[in-house]
């Protein structure tokens, strides 16, 4: 079994002027592409990760090669990433809309300490919203390619919306400024999906 390089949902335009479309077309033509051949070189190479689905592979991920970790949690949280994204804005309604007041007050409540995360995340990395075993909500960050369905993650629990905190996602727009580009991001969110993944969450 081979992984492929999942198409992008939109234009490399579509997240303008949020995510202008060098940068999207950078992160999914070489970025993300890297990710991918190199996911493929390591299940080359590892027998008893042959014909795993990638999520098998990232839950036992402790017990595989540190290629596997950084190339296959790569390739799983920049398809994950592109579609937690679309163009236009939405808003949490229904179920998600309630845990999110349940669970953090309220959506500026939750974005503000996402944004948090976000930006205390040291060097590279990824802020989460997830979900846990009973359907409450929590956000973490994550160093590097690591997410919340490793068995090496500090927080674990069923990803619902993620933001790609290395440089290569905001540089080219941002610079250095990753808060400016955390607060900027919420444009983008594909709320609808979100909640698709909420709803299906585990509890
Ligand atoms: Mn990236």
Redesign the pocket.
Known sequence: MTFELPPLPYAYDALEPTIDAETMRL?HGK?HQAYTDKLNEAVASDPAAQGLAIEEILSTISSRAPALRNNGG?YWN?DFFWRTMRSGESKPAGALADAITRDFGGLDQLQSEFNTKGVGQFGSGWAWLIADGAGRLRVTSTPNQDNPLMDVAAERGTPLLAN?V?E??YYLSYRNDRADYLKAWWAVVDWEEVARRYARADR
Do not use: L, Q, S, T
């Open positions: 992160h970025h790569g920049h790609d290395w290569h996602a």
